[in-house]
């Protein structure tokens, strides 16, 4: 009983268990079913969305999807949502698209978005807005919505990649050939330049755009030239990086949007490929010409060329529909649910019309001369020098041709004959640059060799009181005065160095660093421009050497801080100075040659020899051919070209309140002895000024005369105009540093000739008491001052006497033994009692024979020598006799108390020269 009643139990239990786990498993099998229905209507909804559901909706192996009843909801969802989104593309209303299409019209002016009548040459300037899209086809993003214009970026913005099947590459290419056809005829002829290389063919590709090559718009390249195209990109976004984004601009597009002049074209290079992979170097080259591209106007269009781009790319993807023989594509621009349809060709023969047309406006647009007022901007005075200089300075096909001067280029080297036109050229940089750069941007020194006037108008004159805010300097007619460049480079390099030690206390090294560091400092980059600066090194002497060295110096050091040197030469002599000389001849990176130029480019390049006139070779690679560009320079030296621009800028930059006006030296005319006195500073030792020195700062060339020995002027020379002038520049001088009455003058001409001087003299020195002595009577005077000068010796008071002496020695027919020995008491004894003479000698034997004996060479401690060869100066010179050769209003003059070897002054102008001009 008990054992059925356990089995019993036991029965019962396993039935329940039985049960549980029947309910167990049916319950895990529903929720299994549910779960993949669950999978299966996620994915499909999933799918739908990333497909489309249009798209599904016209696919026939789509159809079990949409049609099956468990994934109705799923349908539903993705349809409704797709509504929602969508709502006004397919209502009937076409608002969406409507708007699309404004926005794509607005963003693509004129031909470069209308769907059909572009077909044009183009008339927008490189001041014109730029297209930011370019149409291709029409879009829609379903059966019965709407359409609308498809457009991508290109143009300064982004490359452009297609790609499809083999079947699909007759329509990649119409699509490239109309693309192009679209940017080429909306700028004016030759702002775009086209370049195609095809893998697979020489000619062939893009049959209808190849009239263009006729005029160079278009460059077919070889098939297995694909390095040498890259290599040609490469260079061009150097030389825009290098030479026209100077001023810490990141490209083109950006000079432009602020406000700077476009000076470069767009280059469109387009690849077609055959689905397979470049050469690996190719490759990296591209890579390379992509990512720097669209900053210095490049974009490449790439058709089934594989490749990963880590630059901005728009992709086209094409495909065969449904229908025969027609392709539809997707973009990145509108995603993956747009259907684009390509717009349709032009007919081959309309197109090829149309080339034809833009060749022949082309042509004439070459042959249109460009003026000088095109290479101006349409504001003076706002862009800055940062990073560099750079300014168009003539027309290549009538797009402006620049040169820049900055790190990578910092020098220049302008070679050219008599009447090639280099005159022509420094005034159109000058010009140009000036109009670009304020004056607290750019400074210029201005230096010219040769006889002319051409820098002369840069400062004010008689006709044209303005004068150029930038120059700092002007030179003029200096041939015969070297030292005057010498002068230059010594203040270049002065500068130079001055720059670099605050620079160094900015703990920077350039002149940009050093703008940031000291922005309340005064650090405009300074351009220095010597025309015929082959004088300059004419002799072999001191002068050559030491101006030899400095050049060196400016030229490897001024680049970091801001100097520039342009030289121009019609001599090649020039240009042998530097020979055997890399550390100059190197840094002249820019090179322009003129017609007829000889061995100013590299020693290959012999491109000036067929230049006709007015053009030029610009040359930023060191004068190696593949650096050339052959530019029309316009006409800078009619009347309203310069001038025109000089006088706008002093209207904006100068304050006529103030004296801004540059120093002008010019070697043909004598400074004023008024002027020179006016120049010369304070100082408690009476200075007298016997000429003008030949420097930067025009100073009086002054010798001070202290109670100490030997503080006496000799002027050694026949000139009598150049020595009565000498003479009467320092006594004069002389006496406006004396009051009335704290000084005597006695004056002593001793020949005929010299009267007239020396009553202008006296004249001159009125209000002072002033003897004049002649010579019957100087024997008598001189032993009477011999007399005074040693009671004073014994202590008697002092007053400062000046004994100026005309024609001395002619004196050694009267004077005998007494008179030839009071003379020598006076040299030798009477500067350090205030007695100090000022005395000409015609001769240097009868002045050496004075000097022996009771004087002796230094009493005179002051020698100017004028019409005297330095041989014979040496006499009185200590040391080597100096390299001297006369010159015409000019002496040389050695000061024991100063100098360590003569120096070269220019001769005041005497009373009688009315108009300043040098005898």
């Known amino acids: 009983m008990a054992r059925r009643a356990r089995r019993e139990r036991m029965t019962e239990a396993f039935d329940a268990f039985h049960a549980a786990m029947g309910a167990v498993l ?63 593309w397919c209502d009937g209303n076409d608002s969406g698209p409507r708007r699309l299409g404004g926005l794509v019209a607005e963003t693509a002016p004129r031909s470069a978005g209308q769907a059909d009548g572009w077909l044009t040459v183009g008339t927008a300037e490189l001041h014109d807005p730029v297209p930011q899209l370019w149409r291709i086809g029409t879009g829609t993003v379903g059966v019965g919505c709407g359409e609308f214009p498809v457009a991508l970026p290109l143009l300064d913005a982004a490359h452009l990649e297609i790609s499809g099947p083999a079947e699909t590459r007759a329509a990649a290419e119409a699509m490239v050939e109309s693309l192009l056809m679209r940017v080429v005829g909306y700028f004016r002829p030759g702002l775009v330049q086209l370049h195609v290389w095809d893998v697979g063919q020489f000619t062939g590709s893009l049959p209808g755009l190849y009239p263009l090559t006729s005029s160079g718009l278009l460059t077919v390249h070889d098939p ?17 990086h290098t030479r026209v984004l100077v001023g810490g601009l990141p490209s083109l597009a950006e000079q432009a949007r602020q406000g700077g002049t476009r000076t470069e074209p767009w280059v469109v290079a387009v690849l077609l490929g055959n689905r397979r992979a470049l050469a690996e170097e190719d490759q990296r080259q591209l890579q390379r010409v992509l990512r720097g591209g669209p900053a210095c106007g490049i974009s490449a269009v790439l058709v089934d060329v594989p490749l990963t781009i880590a630059a901005a790319v728009e992709t086209v993807r094409l495909r065969e529909a449904a229908e025969p023989g027609r392709v539809v594509a997707t973009t990145s621009m509108t995603g993956p649910h747009v259907s684009v349809v390509l717009d349709a060709s032009p007919p081959r023969a309309e197109v090829t019309a149309v080339c034809h047309d833009i060749v022949v406006e082309h042509e004439r647009l070459r042959t249109r001369v460009g003026t000088f007022d095109d290479l101006l901007p349409e504001k003076f005075g706002t862009e800055s020098s940062l990073s560099g200089l750079c300014a168009p300075v003539g027309f290549a096909e009538g797009i402006p041709v620049s040169l820049t001067l900055a790190d990578a280029s910092p020098h220049a080297l302008i070679g050219g004959p008599s009447g090639s036109g280099k005159t022509n050229l420094l005034l159109t940089l000058i010009a140009s640059m000036a109009a670009r750069y304020s004056p607290d941007e750019l400074e210029f020194y201005l230096l010219d060799f040769k006889e002319g006037v051409s820098f002369a108008q840069f400062a004010p004159g008689r006709r044209d009181p303005t004068w150029l805010p930038h120059a700092r300097l002007i030179g003029v007619n200096v041939n ?33 660093e050093l703008r940031g560091a000291d922005p309340e400092g005064h650090w405009p980059r300074i351009v220095a421009v010597i025309d015929e600066f082959q004088f300059l090194f004419a002799e072999r002497d001191a002068v050559t050497r030491e101006a030899i060295r400095l050049l060196e110096d400016v030229a490897r050091r001024g680049r970091s801080q801001g100097i520039h040197l342009v030289l121009a030469s019609q ?86 309140s103030a004296d801004q006006s540059p120093p002008l030296f010019d070697g043909s005319k004598a400074p004023q002895i008024g002027q020179l006195i006016a120049g010369l500073r304070s100082s408690a030792v009476p200075r007298a000024i016997i000429g003008q020195r030949i420097d930067v700062d025009a100073s009086p060339a002054a010798v001070p005369l202290p109670t100490s020995p030997g503080r006496n ?14 003479l009467g520049a320092a006594a004069a001088s002389l006496g406006a540093q004396h009051k009335q009455g704290d000084v005597r003058f006695v004056l002593a001409p001793l020949v005929i000739d010299a009267d007239t001087a020396a009553a202008a003299l006296e004249q001159k020195l009125e209000g002072h008491k002033v003897d004049t002595v002649r010579l019957l009577d100087f024997r008598e005077r001189i032993e009477g001052l011999a007399q005074e000068i040693r009671d004073r010796l014994a202590g008697e008071a002092r007053v400062p006497v000046y004994l100026v002496l005309y024609a001395a020695d002619a004196a050694d027919s009267v004077l005998e033994r007494s008179g030839t020995d009071a003379l020598r008491t006076v040299l030798h004894s009477g500067p350090e009692t205030g007695v100090h003479t000022i005395g000409w000698w015609r001769s240097p034997q009868r002045l050496k024979t004075l000097l022996t004996l009771g004087a002796a060479p230094d009493d005179l401690g002051c020698v100017v020598g004028l019409d005297v060869q330095g041989a014979e100066l040496g006499t009185l010179i200590p040391g080597l006799p100096p390299a001297w050769a006369p010159r015409p209003a000019r002496a040389l003059v050695f000061d024991r108390a100063r100098h360590s070897r003569p120096e070269v002054v220019i001769v005041a102008a005497t009373d009688d020269t009315t108009n300043g001009d040098a005898p």
């Open 26 to 88: 049916g319950a895990a099998e529903n929720l299994g079913g549910a779960a993949a229905r669950a999978h299966a209507e996620t994915m499909a909804e999933m799918w739908l969305r990333d497909v489309g559901i249009d798209a599904a909706r016209v696919d026939p192996g789509l159809a079990d999807v949409l049609t099956n009843p468990a994934l109705a909801d799923a349908v539903e969802r993705v349809a409704r949502d797709r509504d929602t989104a969508f709502a006004g």
């Open 571 to 656: 001599d090649v002599s020039g240009i042998e100075a530097f020979w055997g000389r890399p550390a100059i001849f190197e840094q002249f990176v820019l090179r322009i040659g003129l017609p007829r130029a000889r061995r100013i480019l590299a020693e290959a390049n012999d491109a000036t020899l067929g230049l006709p006139r007015w053009h030029a070779v610009i040359n930023h690679e060191s004068g190696m051919r593949h650096g050339n560009e052959i530019a029309r320079i316009p006409d800078a030296t009619a009347r309203g070209a310069v001038d025109n621009v000089q006088q706008r800028l002093y209207a904006h930059f100068v304050d006529e």
């Open 224 to 240: 297995g030239s694909l390095g040498g195209l890259l290599d040609e990109l490469s260079d061009r976004i150097r030389r825009v």
């Open 480 to 512: 015969t005065d070297r030292e005057f460049g010498l002068a230059l480079l010594q203040h270049l390099s002065d500068e130079m160095r001055r720059r670099a030690e605050v620079a160094k206390e900015h703990e920077v090294t350039k002149l940009e």
């Open 713 to 726: 002027i000799g002027v050694v020379g026949t000139a009598l105009k150049d020595a009565v002038a000498v």
